[in-house]
């Protein structure tokens, strides 16, 4: 059986996040989203609650589970059994900080392979940041984020 990591903050999650994991799960019979907890970022949401609405938003995949890690992610795989580290890239920007996280991973974890899927068009522009400015300022996330996200966003950044 073929496992992947799908790795990152998702604070929150999006429907582009949700395009990944969707592509990943009908190629790979085990999709690990690993909801990294300490990023070196400010986050929105603690680390429970981005689990949280990773679960509520990945119910319909039945071969992807939610769970948080901390420290090297080549490390969480292998602790995992994974054999695919799973990414997305959405601009050159990305390439260019995915090329040398792959590198190091690769330099880390010899064994473990690494798996880009290109953002769909849809979702080129989605980013977390832009996401939270969007709600601040009073604007609509109905085909950006999943209604949870929407309305946890809401409740953080306008009560």
Do not use: W
Not at 19 to 42: C, H, M, N, T
Not at 124 to 136: A, G, P, R, V
């Amino acid at each position: 059986m073929t496992t992947a990591i799908y790795p990152g903050s998702f604070d929150p999650i999006t429907n582009g996040h949700l395009d990944i994991i969707k592509r990943a799960s009908s190629i790979f019979e085990k999709v690990i989203l690993g909801i990294y907890d300490i990023p070196q970022k400010s986050l929105l949401f603690s680390v429970k609650e981005r689990v949280d609405l990773a679960r509520q938003a990945v119910t319909d995949y039945k071969n992807v589970e939610v769970t948080s890690y901390s420290g090297i992610t080549v490390e969480f795989a292998r602790k995992a059994k994974a054999q695919v580290l799973v990414r997305g890239l959405r601009a050159s920007s990305d390439f260019e900080r995915e090329f040398e996280m792959a590198l190091m991973n690769k330099k880390l974890a010899p064994d473990i392979e690494l798996v880009c899927f290109m953002a769909n068009l849809r979702y080129q522009f989605l980013s977390s940041s832009l996401l939270k400015e969007i709600i601040q300022l009073g604007g609509n996330l109905d085909d950006m984020v999943p209604p949870q996200v929407s309305a946890a966003l809401k409740k953080k950044l306008l009560s």
